[in-house]
């Protein structure tokens, strides 16, 4: 009956306005009256989808919890104000077997020198860290990641780095603990013994002036996410199963392949799967960034930092299809907001992230299948 109602009212709308406007008022530019006769007893496609996208607005995350802001997965609520470290990881081969990265939330892969083929270094985004066993092992920091760890309110966790380092630390943003953890006796060079253990950040957070939650410098969430419930549907994507980024980041082979069972992109390098010291499981992300930036070289030793601070374009991936998009970063610590190409906010997949910020030189060597 309401429906039946809706509808007179309507068409007698619209004949009114057909009444009211001859043909010398669509010479100055008014628009025709259009009307969509919905099927009775039946919904329009677009009734359908507003409801759904209200349901996934409206879904409320399970008693005791919240959807995290990094992988806009539900977690305990407990955690909801903490503030997540940003962990320096070395990727060397030497450095391999990695402990701990599964369970984190975001994870950049970004070149750490133009020497050495380019090698890369991990930086491990993680909110629970309270529950970390063995994390790492730990490695030196550049420039490039205290300007991205800034972004989520991260106290970076590092060995030291060059001096290029240390005017960044100068600003109170740029909160960091350096060389104070635990050695692991692995058999390795001391270089590749430092780990984050149990207990760990709770002491250096006690003897430090830093709060363990949120402070003046947090500027909200980092990403938007759909439900787990309501995937993303990405408009106009590709299908791409696999990226190869080995001519970007030469010395480590850095690859990208879909798993169909699992739909996530599997990270590997070195020409095989990366897998966790401890549980043998593969690492892998549900939503992967590509994220295209020019750089600048500081010496002759390789150091460099990428210039974040300004805007791009990338590929955002995710159950296996992909997207261009585009980026921009306006301050030292500001969020890099990633967006659709009609500079809308990008929403992704609810579930773990992988950004590689590619150097723009090799930019057009990345390959998709």
């Known amino acids: ?42 919904e329009s496609e677009a009734a359908t989808a507003t409801e759904e996208e209200a349901v996934a607005e409206k879904e409320p995350a399970p008693a005791g919890m919240y959807y995290s802001e990094l992988t806009g997965i539900a977690i305990d609520e407990a955690l909801e104000k ?37 090698i890369t270094r991990l930086m491990v985004v993680y909110k629970d860290w309270g529950n970390i066993e063995q994390l790492g092992s ?68 006690k003897n430090s002036s830093y709060s363990t939650e949120y402070d003046e410098y947090y500027e909200g969430p980092h990403f938007t996410f759909s439900t787990e419930s309501v995937p ?37 390098e070195y020409g095989k799967e990366h897998v966790d010291g401890k549980t043998n499981e593969p690492l892998s992300f549900k939503n992967a960034i590509l994220q295209k930036c020019s750089f600048n070289e500081l010496d002759k030793n390789g150091y460099l930092v990428y210039n974040v601070i300004g805007e791009g374009t990338g590929y955002y991936l995710t159950n296996g299809q992909m997207i261009e998009i585009k980026w921009e970063k306006t301050s030292e610590n500001g969020i890099t907001h990633f967006m659709t190409t009609d500079g809308k906010e990008l929403e992704m997949n609810a579930g773990m992230t992988y950004i590689g ?9 990345v390959v998709f299948e």
């Open 1 to 42: 009956m309401k429906k039946k109602l809706l509808l007179a009212l309507v068409c007698m709308t619209a004949t009114l306005a057909l009444v009211a406007c001859g043909k010398d008022d669509d010479k100055d530019g008014a628009e025709p009256v259009t009307m969509e006769v919905e099927t009775i007893g039946g």
């Open 82 to 118: 903490q503030k997540p470290i940003a962990a320096m990881v070395d990727n060397e081969s030497t450095a391999l077997p990695h402990f701990g990265l599964n369970d984190a939330d975001v994870i950049y892969e970004m070149m750490n020198s133009t020497a050495n083929d380019r």
């Open 138 to 205: 730990i490695r030196s920091i550049r420039p490039t990641n205290i300007m991205v760890a800034g972004e989520y309110n991260a106290v970076m966790c590092h060995d030291g780095g060059p001096f290029y380092i240390d005017e960044y630390f100068t600003h109170d943003y740029a909160q960091h603990f350096s060389g104070i953890f635990s050695r692991v006796n692995n058999g390795k060079a001391r270089e590749f013994t430092e780990y984050i253990c149990k207990g760990d950040l709770d002491k250096a957070f």
């Open 232 to 268: 993303v549907k990405l408009d106009g994507a590709k299908d791409v199963k696999k990226v190869d980024l080995s001519a970007a980041f030469k010395h480590n082979s850095s690859m990208l392949k879909y798993d169909d069972a699992k739909q996530e992109y599997v990270y590997c």
């Open 357 to 365: 910020i590619v150097p723009a030189d090799y930019w057009d060597g």
